[in-house]
Structures are given as structure tokens and as C-alpha cells.
């Protein structure tokens, strides 16, 4: 069974940066693409970023040019890195992986506020 979990929440300042990591367990996480995504309170989840088996990224326009994400396969792990954090990515941050069924893990809680 592939389970995934999150790390790197936390609170932060507006403008400040996180890096949110995801850890699963299994073999089939090298050739699987891997999605992060977000859902705010009152708010339907939404996709933040994907990354292909190969390593290729897709940024909703929400993070353009302000979050990467990258994958390591070797360690299993695909991370989230978010620069100039405004208060409306406040949000549970939730690995996926993108196959059928998905795979969800638990989520982190990432507060942007001063």
C-alpha cells in the first residue's frame, strides 16, 4: 500500500518562503507523474503544480514564477518550493499521485499571515 506524507507547513509572513515536502512509500512512485494541490476554507481543491516521471513541471498560473516543484526518485520524495507567499495561498497543501485510483496523502497546513 503507497502511502504519502507531508511535511514543511507552518506559519509564515507574507513575502517569506516554504519548502513543503512529500515522502511515499512504495515502488511506484519513479513512474508516476506527482501533483501538489491546495484547498482553502470554503474552497474547492485546486491543482498548484505537476511534475512529470521525467521531471517536467506545470504550474497553475497561481505560482508562476513564484513556486517549483521537484522531484527526486531516488528518495522517493517530490518537494514544493514557494517563494513571495501572499496571504491567499493560505491552504492544506496536498501531495498526489496522479494515477488511477490517486493517491492523496494527509496534507499540511501552510499559513501565509502577518
Known amino acids: 500500500q503507497v502511502q504519502l506524507v507531508e511535511s514543511g507547513g507552518g506559519l509564515v509572513q507574507p513575502g517569506g518562503s516554504l519548502r513543503l515536502s512529500c515522502k511515499a512509500s512504495g515502488s511506484i512512485f519513479s513512474i508516476n507523474a506527482m501533483g501538489w494541490y491546495r484547498q482553502a476554507p470554503g474552497k474547492e481543491r485546486e491543482l498548484v503544480a505537476t511534475?512529470?516521471?521525467?521531471?517536467?513541471?506545470n504550474y497553475a498560473d497561481s505560482g508562476k514564477g513564484r513556486f517549483t516543484i521537484s522531484r527526486d526518485n531516488a528518495r522517493n520524495t517530490v518537494a514544493l518550493q514557494m517563494n513571495s507567499l501572499k496571504p491567499e495561498d493560505t491552504a492544506v497543501y496536498y501531495c498526489?499521485?496522479?494515477?488511477?485510483?490517486?493517491?492523496w496523502g494527509q496534507g499540511t497546513q501552510v499559513t501565509v499571515s502577518s
Open positions: 511534475i512529470t516521471s521525467y521531471g517536467t513541471p
Open positions: 498526489k499521485v496522479l494515477r488511477i485510483p490517486p493517491i
